[in-house]
């Protein structure tokens, strides 16, 4: 069974930084392309960034500047580095993954989900 487990959050000031990881646990062939969304209170969860596995990086329009994804390929760990921290950024922060599954050979593909991880940005 595939999991993605995410870690990195926590309460932080405005201006502050975090940077989030995600890495998928079980029997894993290859890791496609990961992603990073958001739930923010009483709002409708959100896309925040993606990338390839060559690093091809996309980033909502609304992203841009603050948020920077990257990944580690051998880890098969994407991370979301968030700087300058403000309120509105306080949210859930949810890892999504294409994962293929196997040992020497692939054996199944699906998308997943993390459990998300809290940001909180006050003072």
């Known amino acids: 069974q595939v999991q993605l487990v995410e870690s990195g959050g926590g309460l932080v000031q405005p201006g502050g930084s975090l940077k989030l990881s995600c890495a998928p646990t079980?029997?894993?062939?290859?890791?496609?392309?990961m992603a990073w969304y958001r739930r923010a209170p009483g709002k409708e969860r959100e896309f925040v960034a993606s990338?390839?596995?060559?690093?091809?990086?996309n980033y909502a329009d609304s992203m841009q500047g603050r948020f920077t994804i990257s990944r580690d390929n051998p880890k098969r760990t994407s991370y979301l580095q968030i700087d300058n921290l403000q309120p509105e950024d306080t949210a859930v922060y949810y890892c999504?993954?294409?994962?293929?599954?196997?040992?020497?050979?692939?054996?199944?593909?699906?998308?997943?989900w993390g459990q998300g991880t809290q940001v909180t940005v006050s003072s």
């Open positions: 990338i390839t596995v060559p690093g091809r990086t």
């Open positions: 999504n993954a294409d994962v293929t599954i196997g040992v020497a050979t692939p054996t199944s593909r699906g998308n997943y």
């Open positions: 079980g029997i894993i062939f290859s890791v496609g392309l």
